[in-house]
């Protein structure tokens, strides 16, 4: 059974701070996928990560995947209050199905 | 734009009754799917639809049923509704594609049922 880990749930940043949001799965996948939520608003995607080694930057979060270990990374450098909100990560093993199974999410608050 | 309409932001509902929660999309996509969202347990998906009228099981299906009839609306039924059906509700969908760019879910507003 596939399951998805993300850590932490929480997390507090001061403004201008780095951090790492980390997203464990169990068994191989096709794909990895990061999206946002704000509050009482619904998921926007973020990145798409299909391969080993794979890199993506948006601003000033950027993911990576590494399928050796099963670890996808969301790196957010300089922080601002912008970037409050909860993060999810989400395996895909289905091919052309789109089925999702999404880690618990990390809630973001960014404060000065 | 893509775009996923449910069809309501909040509900309240009495044990026992029999709900529906309705949602289209716009984009004539193939993949359609309903989630419920609760604190700590992120996303679980209930049921998805890869065609007209073709249903796949998610990971807790129980106590819910779903209906398409067509392309691009795609209901989620509770048959009698309990107070653990309290939740937020998301539907999605997606193309069936192997070509991943295309292959992003995109999500509705969803709804915020309580069940009394």
């Known amino acids: 059974e596939l399951k998805v880990e993300q850590n932490p749930l929480f997390l507090s940043m001061q403004e201008g701070k780095n951090y790492t949001i980390y997203c464990n799965y169990s068994t191989t996948s096709d794909r990895l996928y990061w999206y946002r939520q704000d509050p009482g608003k619904s998921l926007e995607s973020l990145f798409v990560?299909?391969?080993?080694?794979a890199v993506k930057q948006e601003g000033r979060l950027m993911a990576s995947l590494d399928t050796k270990a099963r670890l996808s990374t969301l790196h957010i450098t300089a922080a601002v209050h912008d970037l409050s909100a909860t993060y999810f990560c989400?395996?895909?093993?289905?091919?052309?199905?789109?089925?999702?199974?999404f880690g618990a999410g990390t809630r973001l608050a960014v404060h000065p | 734009d893509v775009k996923v309409t449910q069809s309501s932001r909040y509900l309240v509902k009495r044990t026992g009754e029999k709900v529906f929660l309705e949602c289209v999309q716009d984009?004539?996509?193939?993949?359609m799917f309903w989630y419920r969202q609760d604190p700590g347990l992120g996303l679980r998906l209930i049921y998805f639809?890869?065609?007209?009228?073709?249903?796949e099981k998610g990971d807790i299906p129980e106590g819910y049923s779903v209906s398409r009839e067509k392309k691009e609306r795609f209901s989620l039924i509770l048959e009698s509704a309990s107070t653990n059906q309290t939740s937020m509700y998301l539907c999605?969908?997606?193309?069936?594609?192997?070509?991943?760019?295309?292959?992003?879910?995109?999500f509705g507003a969803g709804t915020r049922l309580s069940v009394l």
């Open positions: 984009m004539d996509h193939e993949n």
């Open positions: 639809s890869y065609d007209v009228k073709m249903k």
């Open positions: 989400a395996v895909d093993m289905s091919g052309g199905y789109n089925k999702l199974i």
């Open positions: 999605a969908s997606s193309l069936y594609s192997d070509r991943v760019a295309k292959n992003i879910q995109y």
């Open positions: 990560l299909l391969s080993n080694g």
